[in-house]
């Protein structure tokens, strides 16, 4: 077998050598990364640890703690139960404070004619400051909605001028109702008349127009129910106040303005002497240029100390002597009466409205 040459023995011996080198690095890289592993696992461990420290101990809560948390959970439910308790009670008086209020409101006395939505009614304001919010509220909203039904009974004629007072019922009535019109027809549009007449209605509902003064009551709370809404005491007398409440509703072809008054308000002197009152003043769009205003008035007979006067008593009061005259005449002069008396009123309510009094308050409007 021949030798193996020098050149050939080199290259074996670099082949050995870098073999040796190539094992060497992968030893070092393996040593370095299994090292690297270990600290780690090294670090890990003390994490670990640490977080083992910070356990709570696995121990259950003393019986005292956990009875006293159960106590304090009994009072509060108990205190939550005796709040809502107390809540109902309040809820169930005022239902039962506003279903005998709105039965009472809604109980009417009789009228001449069998006309129901000129029947009146002794209503009190209550005290209690819910039951009175909704009393403002349901009382105003009760003559918006028969407004309707006072325009029937009021029979206007659907066109012209209209300015009378009727007293209604006959001598056989006990009773009697006095109502009051106005229709005025205006060359604008409604909403160009309403902008004229808004101000001087809404005098009228606040009693600027008239010489009794006005104290104005509840507010914040008449405010919360409707920006224009206006509760007002006008005091007549020592023995009578009018307690009247006044709003406005507006609709697209129709405003309606009302006022009407409460017999007592809980709050304020109570009234021996009162009448009740009943007003709506409507603008009606009749076409593109022209509207319609009607007012009417409701007035019912005077209540003295809660028991209503007949026409006879309220003549008596007059001091007429009628001593002579059959019913029917007492009747017929009674009626005249209370016509001569009232008529002025109404008159000048129909100036002030048509714009030949006042003048500077709105822009003429009849042509």
Same mark, same amino acid.
């Given at each position: 077998?021949?030798?193996?040459?020098?050149?050939?023995?080199? %290259?074996?011996?670099?082949? @050995?050598?870098? !073999? %040796?080198?190539?094992?060497?690095? =992968?030893?070092?890289?393996?040593?370095?990364?299994?090292? +690297?592993?270990?600290?780690? /696992?090294?670090?890990?461990?003390?994490? &670990?640890?640490?977080?083992?420290?910070?356990?709570?101990?696995?121990?259950?809560?003393?019986?005292?703690?956990?009875?006293?948390?159960?106590?304090?959970?009994? &009072?509060?439910?108990?205190?939550?139960?005796?709040?809502?308790? +107390?809540?109902?009670?309040?809820?169930?008086?005022? *239902? %039962?404070?506003?279903?005998?209020?709105?039965?009472?409101?809604?109980?009417?006395?009789?009228?001449?004619?069998?006309?129901?939505?000129?029947?009146? !009614?002794?209503?009190?304001? =209550?005290?209690?400051?819910?039951?009175?919010?909704?009393?403002?509220?349901?009382?105003?909203? =009760?003559?918006?909605? !028969?407004?309707?039904?006072?325009? *029937?009974?009021?029979? #206007?004629?659907?066109?012209?001028?209209?300015?009378?007072?009727?007293?209604?019922?006959?001598?056989?009535?006990?009773?009697? =109702?006095?109502?009051?019109? /106005?229709?005025?027809? #205006?060359?604008?549009?409604?909403?160009?008349?309403?902008?004229?007449?808004?101000?001087?209605?809404?005098?009228?509902?606040?009693?600027?127009?008239?010489?009794?003064? $006005?104290?104005?009551?509840?507010?914040?709370?008449?405010?919360?129910?409707?920006?224009?809404? &206006?509760?007002?005491?006008?005091?007549?007398?020592?023995?009578?106040?009018?307690?009247?409440?006044?709003?406005?509703?507006?609709? +697209?072809?129709?405003?309606? #303005?009302?006022?009407?008054?409460?017999?007592?308000?809980?709050?304020?002197?109570?009234?021996?002497?009162?009448?009740?009152?009943?007003?709506?003043?409507?603008?009606?769009?009749?076409?593109? $240029?022209?509207?319609?205003? @009607?007012?009417?008035?409701?007035?019912?007979?005077?209540?003295?100390?809660?028991?209503?006067?007949?026409?006879?008593?309220?003549?008596?009061?007059?001091?007429?002597?009628? $001593?002579?005259?059959?019913?029917?005449?007492?009747?017929?002069?009674?009626?005249?009466?209370?016509?001569?008396?009232?008529?002025?009123?109404?008159?000048?309510? #129909?100036?002030?409205?048509?714009? !030949?009094?006042?003048?500077?308050?709105?822009?003429?409007?009849?042509?």
């Amino acid at each position: 077998m021949p030798q193996p040459t020098s050149e050939e023995l080199r %290259r074996s011996e670099h082949q @050995r050598l870098r !073999n %040796r080198l190539k094992q060497k690095r =992968h030893r070092d890289r393996f040593t370095t990364e299994r090292s +690297q592993l270990l600290a780690r /696992i090294d670090d890990l461990r003390a994490v &670990v640890t640490r977080l083992e420290a910070r356990k709570p101990p696995k121990t259950s809560l003393p019986w005292k703690i956990i009875a006293g948390g159960l106590a304090q959970a009994s &009072v509060e439910s108990r205190l939550t139960l005796e709040v809502l308790r +107390q809540r109902a009670d309040a809820l169930d008086d005022l *239902a %039962r404070a506003m279903a005998a209020w709105v039965a009472a409101a809604s109980t009417k006395h009789p009228v001449p004619g069998g006309s129901n939505v000129l029947a009146w !009614n002794q209503v009190t304001l =209550h005290a209690e400051p819910t039951t009175r919010k909704l009393g403002l509220d349901w009382f105003t909203q =009760h003559m918006y909605y !028969n407004t309707d039904r006072i325009l *029937a009974a009021a029979a #206007f004629p659907s066109k012209g001028t209209v300015r009378d007072i009727a007293v209604l019922g006959s001598a056989a009535d006990d009773l009697l =109702h006095v109502l009051g019109r /106005i229709q005025i027809e #205006f060359d604008a549009p409604l909403w160009a008349t309403y902008a004229a007449l808004e101000s001087k209605i809404w005098r009228k509902l606040r009693g600027d127009t008239y010489p009794w003064v $006005s104290q104005f009551l509840d507010e914040e709370m008449t405010q919360s129910i409707d920006p224009k809404m &206006v509760y007002r005491r006008s005091p007549m007398d020592a023995d009578e106040s009018n307690y009247y409440v006044s709003r406005e509703f507006a609709s +697209q072809d129709r405003i309606v #303005f009302l006022t009407g008054n409460f017999n007592q308000d809980a709050l304020q002197p109570v009234n021996e002497m009162w009448r009740p009152r009943m007003f709506w003043f409507l603008l009606e769009r009749v076409g593109p $240029s022209k509207t319609r205003l @009607r007012w009417v008035s409701c007035t019912g007979p005077r209540i003295d100390r809660g028991v209503p006067m007949t026409w006879r008593e309220d003549m008596a009061s007059l001091d007429l002597d009628v $001593s002579d005259l059959s019913d029917d005449a007492q009747f017929t002069q009674y009626q005249h009466v209370l016509e001569r008396s009232w008529m002025p009123l109404l008159v000048s309510d #129909f100036a002030f409205l048509a714009n !030949n009094a006042d003048a500077t308050d709105a822009a003429p409007l009849i042509t």
